[in-house]
């Protein structure tokens, strides 16, 4: 089922041990690699990201950056539902109903909460608690919560500018991948996974180098509908591509499969000085994701 190929995104992040060695990760690869992959919109009729904007988002005045992009996805803040509260086929099989109770409190002050303060609705989508939530919940890998196990960088396209959802996909696609290029100087290992790619390279800041790595999904979520508010509430085709930092640990850093030595928060830093206007990411940080809106 292809519900479970976000995990098998991080998953494969993970898993790329054996794929490089020491010797050559030094070397610049061909300019031909640097060419963004083919990008495409995951199948279906309906998103929790195509709920969420058919109109635009109006959100709170202390709504985070991170929970913003939340909302655009159709999915609730961490403050409301914990982590492992939703899982991976959420994204997909959410009703309109779930996907509304979700992001309220990031849309209006004090909705989502009854009278004495207690969370409405999250029954629906957190936990396996009551029927109605437990065909979103039990599917797919119990620990994998997309808000806090995957990132996502999201393009926000005026519908005037593409042809359609798969040019807007695309064009989105190669400016995540144009933005990772011009971070790494040079880049040195582009390896080609089926649903993505992993891209690593050195960063200089400075006097200092250190390598990056990070995984860059070739398969979108993507709508037509507006941008939020906040952005100028026009008529856009939103695009979501999954992006996930890798930092190296254990076996995969002593043998030299895993490179990356720049963490959530230093990898936000670094996308944010180049990142385009209608651009937005949030990166995996356990329960503090790092997100520039």
């Known amino acids: ?12 992040v993970a898993a790329v041990a054996g794929c490089a060695t020491n010797n050559t990760e030094s070397k610049p690869v061909p300019d031909s690699a640097l060419v963004a992959s083919h990008f495409k919109a995951w199948d279906g009729k309906t998103s929790s990201l195509m709920f969420a904007n058919e109109e635009p988002l109006r959100f709170s005045s202390s709504v985070t950056a991170a929970d913003k992009l939340f909302a655009v996805f159709g999915m609730p803040s961490l403050s409301t539902v914990k982590e492992k509260g939703i899982r991976n086929p959420y994204l997909r099989q959410a009703t309109k109903e779930q996907v509304l109770d979700a992001i309220r409190p990031a849309t209006s002050p004090k909705a989502g909460y009854n009278n004495d303060g207690s969370l409405i609705a999250y029954n629906l989508i957190g936990g396996g608690i009551g029927a109605a939530g437990t065909a979103i919940t039990v599917l797919g890998d119990a620990t994998f919560d997309p808000r806090t196990k995957l990132g996502f960088a999201y393009c926000f396209g005026k519908k005037t500018e593409t042809a359609d959802l798969n040019d807007a996909v695309q064009k989105c696609g190669e400016k995540v991948t144009g933005l990772v290029n011009s971070l ?12 993505g790619q ?28 507006y941008a939020p508010q906040d952005r100028g509430g026009y008529p856009a085709r939103i695009v979501a ?24 928060v ?23 994701p790092v997100a520039v809106y």
């Open 241 to 264: 591509i999954p992006i996930q930092q890798k930092l190296a640990s254990g076996v995969g850093k002593m043998t030299g499969a895993e490179l990356g030595e720049i963490g959530p």
């Open 198 to 225: 992993v891209r690593a390279g050195i960063v200089r800041s400075g006097t200092v180098s250190k390598v990056g790595e990070i995984f860059i999904g070739t398969e979108a979520y993507a709508t037509d509908g």
């Open 184 to 195: 790494f100087q040079p880049t040195t290992r582009v390896l080609n996974i089926g649903f």
């Open 1 to 12: 089922m292809k519900i479970v190929r976000l995990v098998a995104l991080a998953a494969a």
């Open 266 to 288: 230093e990898w936000a830093e670094l996308l944010k000085q180049q990142l385009p206007k209608d651009m937005a990411f949030y990166l995996p940080n356990g329960d503090q």
